[in-house]
């Protein structure tokens, strides 16, 4: 569960500077004469019967120029670490279970490694849970949450960016991906309820595309921004095992937050003895 800071994000862009760098570059580019375009035309052509050449071969290697488009969409969002689309994710097989009502998992509970199943049945339990995670989550100043959280390992989380029942719009994501993620990026201080009493930065992109069904089983595409896709990312980490702290830097653990890591573990291995 991503929890509310007060600390003030700070964005990483490029500067004016850069920018005006690049103009004047580009503008240099533009100042051939009609000299210059007609002294490089051959070169072209011959450039121009080269491409068409090797595009001839790669045309008879794969067959088709639909399939070397999806080759290199995979291969693009393997290099960016979507590696999560390439593979189908175990189905949840049985009924949805768990046990009402439901509390939060602490780190280090298996649950929050645990793998997490896609789920298939888009029925009134699934509504239910849904309900009762939305009920733990106002009740614990949260704004988001994710379903193995609660110590259920499926693949759903939910969300309200303002963190009240009465503000805000409610979020429920079944079975969610990602997509797309922006180079720009930010860091903020975050917190989560699984981690009591820890808070630490973390760089996350600004902007995302995300993929996901709604409670009744509809697929639907979001672009988020800002607090919004921070949100979203910190909760679809908890579905891939990933917890907030991983994607700390070694200064940020050092910082204390590493002693409190250790301090939950023994607690933790205290109360499971």
Known sequence: MLTVTSKVCRLHSVTKATLTRKQGALAGT???SPRTVQSTAAPLRLASNQLES????????????????SIRTMAARRSRG???ELS??????????WKSPIE????????LRAENLTIVNFDEDLAKLASE??????????VGLAAPQVGVNVRLMVYNPEGFPDRGEEHILVNPTLIKT?????????GCLSFPEILGDVVRPIQIKVEYFDVKGKKKKLRLNGW???IFQHEFDHLEGVLFHDRMSPEVLASGVGDKLKALEEEYARNNA
Request: hydrophobic share 25%; charged share 25%; proline share 8%.
């Open 30 to 32: 533009c100042s051939h």
């Open 54 to 69: 090797q595009r001839t071969g790669l045309q008879q290697q794969y067959g088709s120029f639909k399939e070397m488009r």
């Open 82 to 84: 979507f590696a999560q």
């Open 88 to 97: 189908p994710k175990p189905k949840l097989t049985g009924p949805l279970t």
């Open 104 to 111: 939060i998992v602490k780190y280090p509970d298996p649950c």
């Open 133 to 142: 995670m939305f009920d733990i989550m106002y009740r614990t100043e949260g």
């Open 182 to 190: 922006s180079g720009l990026k930010d860091v903020f201080e975050e």
């Open 228 to 230: 919004q896709a921070r």
